[in-house]
Each structure stands twice: as C-alpha cells, then as structure tokens.
C-alpha cells in the first residue's frame, strides 16, 4: 500500500512538472507575441505620424516656393537666396522613414536613426533588404540597437565639421549579414580603451559590447572593432547560411 502510495505520489509529481513546464512555455510564446505586435503597433504609428510630416512638408513647400518667387519678381534676389539657404537648411534636419522590406529592422532603425537625428547628427545610410532570417527577433533588436545607441553615443564632431556623424550599411558581404554602424569621434576610443570596456555608465563604446559580442557568438558570427578615417567602427557579421 506504502508503495502504490509513493507511486502514486511520483507520478503526480512528474504529472505538475509537466503542466507547469508546459504553462512557462506558453506565457514565454505569449510574451513574444505580444511583444511582436507591440513593435508592429508602434512602428505604424510611427509610418503614420511620419507621413502626416511628409504631407504637411508638400504643403508648405508650395508657400515656399510662392515666397521664392514673390522675391524674385521684385527682384530681390539676395533675400530670395536667404529665404531658400533657410528652408534648406530645415529641410536638412527632417527625419525621412527608412523602408527595407524587414519589418523589425524598419522599427529599430527609424527609432534610432530619428534619435539621431533629434540630437543634431549628421546620418547616412546604405541598407539592402536582408532577413537576417537565422537570428531570433530579439536578438537582433538588441544587437541593432546596442550597435546604434553607441554610435550615437560616442559621436563627436571631428574638426573642421560643424555636426558630428554616423554611417549605417547592412549589407550581404561574402556570405555574411553584415551590419557596419560608424561615427565621427575626435580622438581614438581604442588608445584609452582597447578591449571596449564599460567601467561606469556613459563610457564611450563600452556599454553594450559584451552583449553585441555575446549575440554575434551565439550565431557562430565575428565582431570587429576598428577606427579608420577618424571613425569608430563596429561591425557585426552573421552568416547567411
């Protein structure tokens, strides 16, 4: 009897395991679904506030142009150049959405590349539409963001340059996934801190290394780390097969 108890007893043990294993499962696949359709909610919020700034800039590109013109006909043409020189220059700082056909990859990098932008930097991007197919979603949300947060952290005006700047290029390499996220700095990170390390909060290129390198070993990739051309350079290689 002691026995079939103790059977019983096990089995019942092994029965909750079981169902609690399974139920951790489930709320882990909800979380990401959740999490998934959070990202998908705000990246089109984001597309729609950022149309509205794209309709509102045709309108009132139609009264700049009135205004040009207005000036030209009576001749003024140093104010003409002053008023154009000035809507050039607003015109340069307008935050345009980036479409790569990868819908995760669209949401970090006009949450980042706004940001950027916000903060007065100069941005360039070169961005094939690649999947990254290998890597789990939030993986390479983090490595993404971490590999933009910073560049626009340590971005410094070289000298002679009036903003500093970053250079964003995701690109297919030689069978790699490549993500290449550049930034103007003043003086070399790597002399000061060769091995990127995050000793306080804020340090230059230090914080969130360990986790890009974490990420990009975890999909059998390499990270390099470099400076050229006065430009702090990351780079993230993910084979594509």
């Not at 019983?8 to 029965?15: A, F």
Request: charge should be negative; aromatic fraction near 8%; include cysteine.
């Amino acid at each position: 009897m002691m026995r079939n108890r103790e059977s019983r007893r096990r089995i019942g043990e092994e029965r909750f395991n079981e169902l609690l294993a399974e139920k951790m499962e489930w709320e882990y696949r909800f979380q990401e679904l959740e999490s998934s359709y959070r990202h998908e909610r705000e990246q089109r919020e984001e597309i729609l506030r950022l149309h509205e700034n794209t309709r509102r800039l045709k309108h009132d590109m139609k009264n700049h142009i009135m205004m040009v013109t207005t000036y030209l006909q009576e001749n003024q043409v140093e104010e003409a150049k002053g008023y154009l020189s000035h809507v050039l220059d607003e015109l340069n700082h307008i935050y345009t959405y980036v479409e790569t056909g990868n819908s995760v990859m669209n949401y970090v990098l006009n949450w980042k590349l706004e940001a950027a932008y916000a903060r007065g930097l100069c941005v360039r991007a070169e961005i094939e539409n690649l999947a990254f197919g290998k890597m789990d979603s939030v993986d390479f949300v983090s490595l993404l963001s971490n590999l933009l947060d910073n560049a626009i952290e340590g971005a410094v005006a070289r000298e002679g340059e009036e903003e500093p700047e970053i250079v964003v290029k995701i690109a297919l390499r030689r069978g790699y996934e490549t993500i290449q996220v550049k930034n103007s700095i003043a003086r070399s990170v790597l002399e000061k801190n060769p091995q990127l390390k995050s000793e306080k909060a804020g340090e230059e290129h230090g914080y969130g290394v360990g986790q890009i390198r974490q990420i990009v070993g975890k999909y059998g990739g390499e990270c390099q780390f470099f400076e050229k051309d006065e430009m702090f350079c990351a780079v993230a290689l993910i084979p594509s097969e």
